[in-house]
């Protein structure tokens, strides 16, 4: 009960699998990230460098209830990929429009929550006094359109569940394309600033949400959405809050756990502020291939271990890391060669250039400890055990990382090489612990019974 556009990764090349599954993953990936960094470009060069700080600074805060969101959403699509492999499409059926329910739901709290949480984050980052307003009103009409972004997550979630990653890359490029157009019209020609950028991003991320749920509706696969059928199957909920909530939980706790770290940055000034969102941004970009391979084995895992086919699903991991950690190098070497005309691409103010340079030089050698953490978590997750890499990666990227800061600023260096250095830091630790699990416990099971 697929179409064409559904994939059985339970046979075939695992490889070939892997890398057509991510390639529109990855181009998708950076149609997404084009949002935020193309409002910060525009900012940058077309509005004011306490602008350019105030919209490039707040993505932990956006991340924080974004990645909630998303960590539930990664467990409906666990679960609908298991329930796919197995070749239980009744399930399936059940399982989409659980997820949809939950996510009209979530929609409505997480916006409140997020515009009501707006005064007391900037005042937790230590927001400079000139960067407040722009921070505080972009994060407000950002929280008050969230409804597109949640509803397009996790619309493409059920879509990649099946091995359908071609059309929600599609209709992000289509997003991102228009935010672009909005961003330039919004900010140029109506003097918007801010709040153009802010309303660009909100209405993009509502039309790719729009079509993605056309698809839904009108699709003849398994995961065709109908008005009748929209209710929650308890069981099945029990099933995607089991998955989902760990991973949840971690991915706010991580990105609540970012805006302390963007608070010791932000300690240092504006430039330094401006310096540290545009190396954000690059090194954001060099994480996507890493990210985009992660979230294909975590599909193939799910829908392998659906058909009882264990040492196939830990096959996929071995590709999985091979091929990201090969691209995240090749990828490391423009980036440090090239990082100062990088930089100035976002902003072209001299202090600015030097500190993101002395960031991207600094950090990205780093980078390819992150694949471990990356592909193994979501192996894991695909298995259906969120618990543990929720733990690991609280402890390395929230714990860890903030004792060393507190450490290094209190007691041995408060500068900004060492306190930059807080986030390869966390790296390494969650790397190293999450390496050691997987290595212990492999892929164990499914969770659907």
């Known amino acids: 009960m697929s179409t064409k556009r559904s994939t059985d990764m339970t046979s075939g090349d695992i490889f070939g699998h892997i890398l057509r599954f991510s390639v529109p993953l990855l181009i998708g990936n950076i149609f997404q990230q084009l949002y935020n960094m193309v409002d910060t470009w525009v900012v940058g060069n077309f509005v004011s460098n306490e602008a350019f700080s105030a919209v490039g600074t707040v993505g932990p805060v956006i991340n924080m209830l974004i990645g909630f969101f998303s960590g539930l959403a990664n467990g409906g699509a666990v679960v609908i990929s298991q329930y796919y492999g197995a070749k239980r499409y009744d399930d399936v059926k059940k399982a989409v429009h659980t997820s949809v329910v939950m996510t009209v739901f979530l929609s409505a709290v997480l916006t409140a929550l997020g515009i009501g949480m707006v005064p007391l984050v900037v005042k937790m980052m230590n927001t400079p006094v000139e960067v407040i307003p722009e921070s505080t009103r972009y994060l407000t009409i950002y929280f008050g359109g969230l409804t597109g972004l949640l509803f397009y997550n996790m619309g493409a979630a059920i879509l ?22 909005l961003d330039l019209a919004l900010v140029i020609f109506v003097k918007m600033g801010v709040a153009g950028v802010a309303w660009a991003t909100i209405i993009s991320q509502g039309i790719s949400a729009l079509l993605t749920f056309i698809v839904l509706f009108r699709t003849s696969s398994v995961v065709k959405l109908e008005l009748k059928e929209m209710k929650v199957d308890w069981k099945i909920l029990s099933r995607i809050i089991h998955v989902g909530i760990p991973a949840a939980f971690q991915m706010a706790l991580v990105s609540f756990s970012n805006i302390f770290v963007q608070s010791y940055i932000n300690y240092f000034g504006t430039d330094v502020m401006s310096g540290w969102s545009a190396y954000s941004k690059i090194d954001a970009l060099m994480f996507l291939p890493m990210q985009s391979i992660s979230m294909a084995v975590t599909t193939f895992v799910g829908q392998n271990l ?101 450490i290094m600023s209190r007691f041995i260096s408060n500068t900004i090489i060492p306190i930059g250095l807080g986030y390869p830091f966390g790296w390494i630790v969650t790397s190293t612990l999450i390496a050691l699990y997987y290595h212990k416990v492999g892929l164990e099971g499914n969770i659907i019974g």
């Open 160 to 181: 990649r569940a099946v091995g359908d990653s071609k059309r929600p890359f599609y209709f992000l490029t289509v997003a991102a394309v228009l935010n672009i157009v």
């Open 306 to 406: 659906g058909m009882d086919q264990k040492e196939r699903a830990k096959e996929g991991v071995k590709v999985g890391l091979k091929l990201a950690m090969i691209i995240t190098l090749i990828l490391m070497v423009p980036v440090m060669w090239l990082a100062p005309q990088a930089v100035a691409i976002f902003n072209r103010k001299e202090e600015v250039v030097a500190y993101g340079t002395l960031f991207l030089r600094m950090i990205t050698p780093f980078a390819v400890t992150s694949v471990i953490n990356q592909v193994c978590a979501s192996a894991l997750r695909g298995s259906g055990n969120s618990r543990a890499p929720m733990i690991i990666m609280i402890f390395g990227f929230c714990v860890s990382r903030q004792i060393y800061l507190f």
